[in-house]
């Protein structure tokens, strides 16, 4: 069947905001070895993956299609922080944050862990060295924007955080295939 149009998911976006740091840092869950590193220079797979086992179960598309030289000019852009949490040796999440608004906004555009590594009491706590990181650029405001093709507990989650919503819309996905 060429040239049928594939179904298309509806999301409701919650677009969020901080507008002040928060007032602590949440602890290092304790049992597993944990280790957050700024990844600089990222090989393009290495993003594809984490981009593609976290975001695959949500329906995330803005990056899934860009060739290797539009990815690359996000991914290697010096307005771009990518930080990789390694739970016991091994990729366990990412976040992504673009600084190119600065100094009025630092946006978290990703934020996730791989399925393997989910409820197991990580998602808090690297949430809150996100956050931290966007504050270190001393932007006015953090911004995160979730949708219900997300977790059902990410709008719970950064609310808890510090972030508080400011305006909801919808849009409309392409599955992931």
Known sequence: MAGRKPRMLTARVTHLEMTEPPARRVPMPVGDRLAIMRASGMP??????LYAEIGRPHHWM???????AALARIVHADTTQIDVLY?????GGFFELDLARLPEVADL?????????QGRGLA???????VLAAWAHD???VTVSTNTLDSPRALQLYQKIGFAPVAWSEAEIAPWA
Request: proline share 8%; glycine share 6%.
């Open 87 to 91: 739970v016991n040796g091994s990729p």
């Open 124 to 130: 808090r706590f690297f949430l809150s060295e996100a």
């Open 139 to 141: 932007p006015r405001r």
């Open 109 to 117: 555009v990703y934020f996730g862990l791989l399925p393997d590594f």
């Open 44 to 49: 393009l797979s290495f993003y594809r993956y």
């Open 62 to 68: 803005e990056r899934r299609d860009l060739d290797d």
